[in-house]
């Protein structure tokens, strides 16, 4: 029995007693039906009693852990519905993470001291997950700032999909030298000299990105296995119960699927994995997916681990970039043959499919092919499919996209990516972007997710913010109300949208008598804090199918315990993953620029409204009446 308070609630023997309830709660359940309670019992990892402390008394044991929520909210557990959870687990301990760093300084000082620690032939990385536009120094680090914080240890820093910047010793490491051509769609910035700076951009293509990291050393199978852990752990921390994994660039089937395949064999994933199979080779991708189609099938594994199909890219030919400070990606003339190859063989093989998709120009021809194959009865075959990303979709597309059965998973890259979108397409089209209301609209079921771990970073409460707020994490207003979702229908979208988009909304995603017993108590009510705090939202206790996997505050030591992180130098070892910060009041220059935003952002809403019709164009002078002649 807990230690917990349990007032009136007095265990006997029972048979079937519930193995953990949870009183005194707030409880959000997401189910229509009863849209709230204060108590719920679980038994062998399924919900079996929801109500309130009278309703779940009776199914108290001797054994059953009681946890008092103390008046908290409780949310069913977050569904990522675009997370790279494979591939961010096998690297994470070996990664500095800047997720919730909120300056550059700090950020530098973190890397000074992990080079000191770093052994020889490691190289300190930061990969992903924070924006230039977060720091308040509003920029990059220089190559000259790496090299004076590790002159000797390869540091290399990955800004979002569009650059990377690395100090002499990670050029040296790479192997990049005066002679090393550009590869396609990438660019290694040179000086006068023709010596490589330390930049590389991706123009637009982030391989160049992704094929240098991938020269640094990796973890061995043991290490791996703990990386994975703390980083599940880690996703647990935010009310994260399960991920849907969109698989990606140098994540090969089925040797990087074994960890996580391990994990799930012994009982150790905290997280519910669907996964996805990405064919890695332009030119083999028919090969790949034949060869799979062979050995694997959707829905094969259990509710931890399940493969859910192919994607996110089919053929490499028919993927665009999203490299928003480099203009839109020209496609092949004829990169249709090839794809309708891949959709054809999925959809004879009963497989689904998600597509990466930023731009409605690839979406229009990715359409045409799918309704080629539905005038022959093909298309979707009763498969799920979905598009990713969609930033540009047009109304057009969204409605031919519902009358072919499609979904849609939207991802908060322009929290990390807005500024740069509203410098090169402007803010009306930024409003749209991706134009979410009219995808709900049309009635198509919208996931919500991350794309962490190399955009975004992984802390779904940024995701929610922005799907409410429509900010960045630079505090730019992005998207007006007329494009935003309030907080129930977000949290829906990063909770039964996910479900649905696996298949398994009959049984996640709400917390209802049958379903699992997936849940959060959260460090703040959702529904009640000031919009600007959503981002700064925790779990304080996370269950996973009945099991605490994560425990904070009054409820610490209740989860399970996890090996230490290791390697021992690893920046989590010292660091952990994300930088929790709290939002202080505004000083007065603050206020004035915030001010400034929303004078800003109100003339964008008026241009706005203007470009649909929706209010008469008059001159937007202001008017002050100290200044009337």
């Known amino acids: 029995m807990s230690t917990m308070p349990v007032g009136g609630l007095v265990p006997h023997a029972i048979e079937n007693a519930a193995d953990l309830i949870v009183r005194n709660a707030k409880i959000h359940t997401g189910d229509p039906g009863r849209p ?21 008394a009776p199914h108290v044991g001797p054994g059953t852990k009681v946890v008092d929520a103390l008046g908290r ?12 959870v494979i591939r961010g687990g096998l690297n994470y301990v070996l990664e500095l993470r800047w997720d919730g760093v909120r300056t550059l300084r700090q950020g530098l000082a973190m890397l000074r001291e992990q080079a000191t620690r770093t052994p020889k032939g490691q190289w300190v990385r930061v990969v992903g997950g924070w924006s230039a536009e977060q720091f308040a120094e509003r920029r990059l680090p220089t190559v000259a700032e790496l090299n004076a914080a590790a002159p000797d240890t390869p540091v290399f820093v990955l800004h979002l999909y569009q650059s990377a910047v690395l100090n002499r010793a990670a050029l040296k490491a790479a192997g990049f030298t005066r002679d090393t051509p550009d590869p396609k769609g990438g660019q290694i910035v040179r000086g006068r000299d023709g010596e490589p700076t330390g930049m590389l951009l991706a123009s637009p293509s982030a391989l160049i990105l992704y ?10 199978e043991e290490h791996r296995k703990t990386s994975t852990r703390h980083f599940l752990r880690e996703l647990n921390r935010f009310g994260l119960t399960s991920a849907i994994d969109a698989a990606g660039g140098f994540q090969n089937f089925p040797d990087n699927y074994e960890t996580v395949t391990e994990l799930a064999r012994e009982g150790q994933l905290s997280l519910r994995i669907a996964y996805h199979l990405f064919p890695q080779t332009a030119g083999q991708e028919i090969d790949d997916l034949t060869r799979w189609i062979g050995m694997v099938r959707p829905e094969d594994g259990d509710e931890w681990l399940r493969l859910n199909g192919a994607g996110e890219n089919l053929t490499w030919a028919a993927a665009d970039f999203e490299n928003f400070a480099q203009p839109r990606p020209e496609h092949s003339p004829d990169y249709e043959v090839e794809f309708e190859k891949a959709v054809r063989l999925l959809m004879e093989n009963g497989w689904g499919f998600r597509l990466h998709a930023t731009y409605d120009e690839t979406i229009r021809r990715d359409l045409a092919v799918f309704e080629k194959l539905a005038s022959e009865g093909l298309f979707p075959g009763g498969n799920r499919w979905l598009f990713d990303h969609a930033e540009t979709v047009s109304p057009d597309s969204l409605d031919r996209i519902a009358a072919l059965g499609g979904a849609m998973s939207v991802q908060n890259r322009l929290s990390f990516q807005g500024e740069a979108f509203v410098r090169r397409y402007g803010p009306g089209a930024a409003a749209d972007a991706p134009p979410i209301r009219a995808m709900l609209d049309r009635g198509l079921t919208v996931g919500a997710g991350t794309d962490a771990t190399r955009v975004s970073t992984y802390n779904p409460w940024v995701a929610l913010h922005w799907l409410v707020s429509g900010r960045s994490v630079g505090d730019l207003a992005l998207r007006p109300p007329t494009n935003r979702v309030d907080r129930q229908t977000a949290l829906a979208m990063f909770t039964r949208a996910g479900a649905a988009l696996t298949g ?10 049958g379903c699992y017993a997936d849940l ?8 009640a804090v000031p919009e600007p705090d959503i981002a700064h939202i925790e779990s304080l206790l996370t269950v996973t199918g009945g099991r605490i996997v994560y425990a904070a505050a009054e409820y610490g030591g209740l989860d399970e315990e996890l ?3 290791s390697p021992a130098w690893s920046p989590v070892a010292h660091f952990g993953g994300y930088q929790a910060s709290r939002r202080a009041a505004p000083p007065g220059a603050r206020q004035a620029e915030l001010l400034g935003q929303a004078i800003a952002e109100s003339e964008q809403h008026r241009q706005w409204r203007i470009a649909r019709g929706l209010t008469p164009e008059a001159a937007s002078t202001p008017f002050d009446p100290c200044f009337v002649l």
């Open 211 to 220: 094929s240098t990291l991938a020269k640094a050393p990796v973890l061995d």
């Open 563 to 565: 090996p230490p992180v």
């Open 36 to 56: 709230h309670a204060e108590a719920l019992a679980v038994h062998d990892g399924v919900i079996t009693v929801m109500g309130d402390d009278k309703d779940v």
């Open 504 to 513: 398994e909304d009959e049984v996640k995603g709400v917390l209802r008598p």
């Open 520 to 527: 959060a108590v959260l460090s703040e009510d959702y529904f």
């Open 73 to 84: 909210r409780v949310i069913p557990g977050l569904n990522d519905a675009h997370l790279h």
